[in-house]
């Protein structure tokens, strides 16, 4: 439950109408307890004596009851309405801004779909306590005590049989809350496991197609489904003992009351018109009796909510260094020592990059080359700091970048990702993402470099919505606009991860004789798996066992390198072996 | 939610129409109900049982008040002579009315839960197969997050419904029903002063529902669109964060934010409109009665007890009308998604099974033969992509078929694979039609291994195990083996016990692409289509898948389709297609000696390895 003060300080704005909404409750549900008192003055008073004369005040008193309690609802509503939704608003906001500043290491570790959670549901539970749970928890409890107040006021006997189930009735709660909760979580959990056959189910028909297995999908689906189902009935189960025991017992109780109160005014120790007001009473203090059960509930699942957001809001931010630090003379791009091991790599595994020197001089374009999984990606991921070196340094014209502001560095260096994505916006503003202030012709110019001519046959041409909002694009077509994305800056420094894999021979060529007029003058690594994007570079490096084992032209390296030579050509390792 | 990773990376999807219908498939008229109808029918006899549960429980229930006046008006007068017999009655009778309440609201539950669960089982399963019945086409056109959607956000609304709303409905029916009827039956003037409150209340709830449902379709769409961006960035947070996108990404999803602020509040604020209409003509009507009945008890018309009884109900009557709104809404959500479930329901695979379907004649060897008979392919909206065409792939050959971008090889490829069926024409398996095959003899007789490399949770030997659940562990490491997947495997935390999902990220996309050529291999088809499928890889992992074909393909038919050639050699007849024609066919060798498209192609590659 503490988690739940730490919502204060976004609830801190709103804290006058939560008050307020509070107290509009408060005093319209004390309002309801007020009409059977009048309603007993009416009945014992000019009903009873037969005189209508008294009847009006009385009436009128009980219509100021209900408007106001109608009012008061109102209000209670009305005035939080706005200021909460902004809470709810805010904090979510907090968070996108958070989870968009947080490491890449963060999101591999955080699976998008449970981010997601935390920004809607969990956000919709905090909001909804704060307008409901917190409010009625306070009001019910004053409600229920005065109402058990007035009780006794009105029989003290009447009231004590009134109260006589409250302690089985308390004793049944927390049991339920126990064996209740453990089974929600349950059915969350399988509710999660099913969804995610769901998701792979889709995600992966063509390979279910293709091997006719969709069959033993749809068990695993049924399987998992019938296991949800159980636990939901169990859930029910549970829910109508609860139910059972919390209007049973008070009923009950009821029952009682009825056959004291009527001996009692047999015996002409309490009026007629008193045993109604109690009985109404006793009417009216089941909603919050009933209330406080689910209230307490909801308290506890609000609380897991909070939980679940303050776990991302308290992970840290990278800090980042002031601007302005004076280059040396080094140019060009240097790693040095650098070593990087994913934190959730294997204990006793060799590190993935152990001790990377490689120097890429000013405007030379550089190839890297290695085995699948030798760590290219990771080597290039690290140089916009994607991800940190866990060792050893890496220099931009002789600028360690961790002394540069990260929106700086990330401006210094443009990227194209092996796998390309579009965000949800026109091809213009996807391509000018590289760099905001590029003029018309130079996103013209990056659209040919890029061969991505099909831009102009798209129906509203550089316009069109590209992304999960709008038109789907091929891979290749990504790609394209992707690699526009990255050139379109005239970046510095330009790192191109397998930039062509998706073109076909032919497009292939054309975006090779493009881009090497842009590459000529900058300063760009480019990871390659095959000979023709080797190509493109000046010099090529091989990664091989997290270092650089040689670094050359592309013909030396053929020359001198049996790895590369194996790795280019496909030619056993043995006959470069054995020609040394 | 769908990623972007998930998305076939082949570029011959540049043939397909753009995926330019953003709403949802058309729904016909009625199916929503009729689909609710559907589910519900088989729970017939379970249903009406709950009802009568709901029904004798409210009876009991709602008598209590009429034995409170009993005991008033009766019991108290018989005690005063000494007649304890009509209050132990009524106690006693109000006790059983308890204790018969409770049991009975226990017994709905849990009946109403077996229906609802049993409900969404049905649905749950009919999405989910349905879904995946649904042909190829469909799927390239309906993103997977909106399948997703449906299979649970949209079911989980409907659940919302049926486990509180529709029991709510019931319960507040019910008590309306009851306490009306007892209002007339007790004194008919207080009864008919009591419902004429209907009207307004019925114009109360018709004007929230009217302005709800306004408010209801804002936010939803504005909700759609913040979860959108919000996925979008996570799962593009290496490019949102390589291009500086956050502060403008913090602004854009500022203002989807503020819009869904507005709209929240708004839907509070109609809710606080209606609870202040509601109550307060409640609370007036309840005022007028008491006035009206103390004038009749005044007359002597009424006795004092029935009017506490009177009031005691009339109380109660007003009782559920917040509850009302609150199924008014849920009910709102709840027809949307049945609309829009209903919608993919409708939708009929373009693919059928036949209902028929028809043998296959044994096979003689490893291989079956493939003849495309005039086959065409072309879109509804008259878009030719394949003219008419004749081609036969012998028992045992390997054919390679080479061309640019949009020439058609991929969609020859779904031909075969019947992912799509031929507009005009026929293919035909060792001489049956596949479209009058069975689903299970097609696919174990034909596989295509796409450029797509999708891994499902669980460990590396299960995916790989997809091509053949029953599989032996040998069996899996041979095939990871023959295709040069078993070092990298091997070299894992877990080997092959490791889970992808876990470390899924980091298994490379070339790697992912051997995990599918080992389940292609241990599938063992007569037929196997390679589309793009070495395109990840680098040199040597082609080559040594390409080793490992040669002895894999030996017997069977094969189609290889591919950007690079060097997948071309081990072909032993090459097709070079071109605007979704044939315009070369010869063996590799015949081919590069000529003078032909595929020659110049060929040379510009061998030129580009050295």
Known sequence: MRSLLRLWPYAREARWRILGSMTAAGIASLSVLAVPVVLRRIVDGPVAHRDLSGLWPLAGALLLLGVAEAVLFGVRRVIVARPLARVETRLRGELFAKLQRLPISFHDRWPSGQLLSRATSDLFVLRLFLAFPLVFLVVNSTVFLTGTALMFVLDWRLALITLLPAIPLMFFTRRFEAGYSAASRLAQDQNGDLATVVEESVLGIRILKAFGRHRTMAEEFRDRSAALRETELRKAGLLGDLWAVIVGLPELALGGVLAAGAVLVAHDQLSVGTLVAFLSTAMALRWPVESIGWLLGFAAEAASAANRYFEVMDEPEPVDPPSGRAPSADLGIRFTGVRFRYPDAPEGSPDLLAGVDLHVRPGETLALVGATGSGKTTLTALLPRLYEPTAGSITLDGTDIRDVPRAELRRQVAVAFEDPTLFSATVAENVLMGAPDATPEQVAAALATAQAGFVDKLPAGLDTEVGEQGLSLSGGQRQRLALARAVVGEPRFLVLDDPLSALDVHTEALVERALREVLSGTTALVVAHRPSTVLLADRVALLADGRIAAVGTHQELLRSCPAYRALMSGEPELEGALAR | ?610
């Open chain 2, 1 to 610: 939610m769908t990623t972007a990773v998930a998305e076939p990376v082949t570029e011959e999807d540049d043939l397909l129409p753009p995926a330019a219908d953003n709403q949802d498939i058309p729904v016909p008229p009625g199916a929503p109900r009729a689909l609710l109808g559907s589910l519900l029918a088989p729970h017939r006899r379970r249903i009406a049982v709950a009802v009568l549960a709901v029904l004798l429980q409210q009876a009991a229930l709602q008598t209590g008040p009429l034995l409170v006046a009993y005991a008033i008006d009766r019991g108290v007068p018989a005690l005063r002579g000494h007649d304890w017999g009509p209050l132990v009655a009524v106690t006693a009778a109000y006790l059983g009315c308890a204790l018969a309440a409770t049991l009975l609201q226990r017994a709905f539950i849990r009946l109403a839960a077996r229906i609802n669960q049993d409900v969404l089982l049905e649905l749950r399963g009919r999405i989910f197969r349905h879904a995946q019945r649904l042909s190829l086409d469909f799927h390239e056109r309906y993103t997977s997050g909106r399948i997703i959607s449906r299979a649970t956000g949209d079911v989980d609304t409907l659940r919302e419904l049926l486990s509180e709303g529709l029991q709510e409905l019931l319960m507040v029916c019910l008590s309306v029903g009851y306490i009306t009827v007892v209002l007339v039956v007790v004194d008919w003037r207080l009864g008919l002063a009591a419902l004429a409150s209907f009207l307004p209340m019925y114009l109360v709830i018709r004007s929230f529902r009217r302005r709800s449902q306004q408010v209801y379709r804002r936010s939803r769409t504005v909700s759609a669109g913040l979860i959108v961006r919000f996925t979008e960035t996570m799962n593009g947070i290496r490019p949102v964060q390589a291009f500086r996108r956050e502060a403008a990404n913090d602004e854009a999803f500022g203002a989807v934010n503020r819009q869904s602020a507005t709209a929240t509040a708004d839907g509070l604020l109609e809710m606080a409109r209606y609870v202040f209409l509601s109550r307060l003509t409640a609370n007036a009507w309840i005022t007028g009665v008491v006035v009206l009945g103390a004038f009749l008890v005044t007359d002597g018309s009424l006795e004092l007890g029935v009017l506490t009884a009177f009031v005691l109900y009339l109380r109660r009557l007003y009782d559920p009308i917040d509850q009302l709104a609150m199924f008014l809404n849920s009910y709102q959500s709840a027809a949307a998604a049945l609309e829009k479930i209903s919608g993919l329901l409708a939708h009929e695979p373009s693919v059928p099974e036949p209902a028929e379907p028809a043998e296959l004649p044994a096979a003689a060897g490893k291989g079956r033969e493939v003849v495309f008979r005039a086959a065409a392919f072309g879109y509804a909206d008259g878009e030719q992509v394949l003219p008419p065409f004749d081609l036969r792939l012998p028992a045992g050959r390997t054919t390679a078929v080479v061309g640019a971008t949009g020439a058609g090889k991929s969609t020859l490829a779904k031909l075969l694979a019947r992912f799509y069926d031929p507009t005009a024409g026929s293919v035909t398996l060792d001489g049956v039609d596949l479209r009058e095959l069975s689903t299970a003899d097609l696919r174990a007789n034909v596989v295509m291994v796409t450029q797509e490399s999708f891994l499902f949770s669980g460990t590396v030997a299960e995916n790989i195990a997809v091509g053949k659940p029953d599989a032996t562990r040998a069996e899996i490491e041979a095939a990871a083996r023959a295709i040069g997947a078993h070092a990298f495997i091997a070299a894992l935390p877990d080997g092959y016990d490791t889970d992808v999902r876990k470390r899924g990220g980091r298994i490379s996309a070339g790697q992912r692409q051997l995990v599918a050529f080992a389940r292609a291999l241990l599938a063992d088809p007569a037929v196997l289509i390679l589309d793009e499928a070495t395109s990840s890889l680098d040199v040597p992992g082609e080559q040594a898948v390409q080793h490992a074909m040669r002895t894999v393909l030996a017997g069977r038919t094969a189609v290889i389709i591919a950007h690079r050639l060097s997948t071309v050699e081990i072909a032993d007849r090459v097709l070079v297609m071109d605007r979704g024609r044939v315009v070369e066919d010869g063996t590799p060798a015949a081919l590069i000696a000529g003078e032909g498209r595929f020659a110049t192609l060929h040379r510009t590659w061998k030129d580009s390895l050295v």
